[in-house]
């Protein structure tokens, strides 16, 4: 699925250590108004759920003001957790926040950890040589594993995948489908799959 033009894991590692734009991650609060009613139809509030590419926290902040308090993310970007913590100072002192690049941090997880796993516009970043990570994610959810991802795009750090077949593959049952044009995410579909 690579072509010429796509760079290595590292390179694209580099990438977003060095350019995560938490300024312009953290108004888009459109994205997650449209997030949160679909993680609240599928976990309850007491949910342990987890964002893969928390980046400056917005979705977590968005779930915290919903009520969400066993929150925990990761993000490559030591950048994006700092202004994280600058500019939701509460959601901080609550949430379990991790700076680590995926592959290093999601093999020390437990199997069944959280109850929701969710990501937005992060997997299709994924190198292809990481994709083995897709199974951890399987194993560390117990219940539901939300994704809004763009799945044919294709540009030098975005990998185009078809992540219904990847996830069924891996044994999830996909529950929910639809576009996310009302996010303002022309290109993206958001996928509900349960364990």
């Known amino acids: 699925?690579?072509?010429?033009?796509h760079?290595?894991?590292?390179?694209?590692?580099?990438?977003?250590?060095n350019n995560s734009f938490p300024d312009r991650y953290k108004n888009k609060v459109e994205r997650s108004e449209f997030l949160t009613p679909h993680v609240k139809k599928y976990v309850d509030k007491d949910a342990k759920v987890l964002e893969i590419g928390c980046n400056v926290g917005r979705?977590?902040?968005?779930?915290f003001e919903h009520g969400y308090e066993q929150l925990s993310g990761i993000d490559i970007s030591e950048e994006a957790l700092q202004e994280l913590?600058?500019?939701f100072p509460k959601?901080?002192?609550k949430a379990d926040l991790n700076n680590a690049p995926v592959e290093d941090f999601i093999p020390t997880l437990q199997d069944g950890q959280f109850d929701l796993v969710f990501t937005m516009a992060v997997l299709e970043h994924i190198h292809p040589d990481s994709?083995?990570?897709?199974?951890?994610?399987?194993?560390?959810?117990?219940?539901?594993l939300i994704?809004?991802?763009?799945?044919?795009y294709n540009h030098w750090r975005v990998f185009p995948r078809k992540y219904k077949e990847i996830f069924t593959g891996l044994g999830m049952q996909q529950v929910y489908?639809?576009?996310?044009?009302?996010?303002?995410?022309k290109k993206y579909t958001m996928r509900v799959f349960k364990k």
């Open 147 to 152: 994704i809004v991802e763009a799945e044919n």
């Open 1 to 5: 699925m690579t072509n010429d033009h």
């Open 7 to 17: 760079r290595s894991k590292d390179e694209i590692h580099d990438y977003w250590v």
């Open 177 to 185: 489908e639809m576009p996310c044009e009302a996010a303002g995410l």
């Open 131 to 144: 994709e083995w990570i897709f199974n951890e994610i399987v194993r560390i959810t117990s219940g539901y």
């Open 91 to 93: 959601l901080a002192d």
């Open 85 to 87: 913590k600058k500019s």
């Open 59 to 63: 979705n977590l902040n968005h779930l």
